[in-house]
């Protein structure tokens, strides 16, 4: 999701209830966390765009790693 499309989902969950879906922590410290909206399985990772994802290796690898996560649990 990256840090901006999770200050979005944690604004839309708190105008329905008073907490935050996700806490407001570093990415890499909470994408091993599982955190649920609405019964569905919500993954705070990086988003791969922008410049910062050709020069950080360890965010392109973290991005691998939730993907397959993903796709895990989609079989």
Do not use: C
């Amino acid at each position: 999701m990256g840090d901006v499309s999770i200050k979005a989902m944690n604004y839309i969950w708190k105008r329905r209830t008073v907490r935050k879906v996700i806490p407001s922590d570093s990415t890499y410290k909470t994408r091993h966390q599982e955190f649920y909206y609405e019964g569905k399985r919500v993954f705070p990772s990086y988003t791969p765009t922008g410049k910062n994802y050709l020069i950080e290796r360890s965010k392109r690898k973290m991005i691998e790693e939730d993907i397959k996560e993903v796709m895990k649990l989609i079989k």
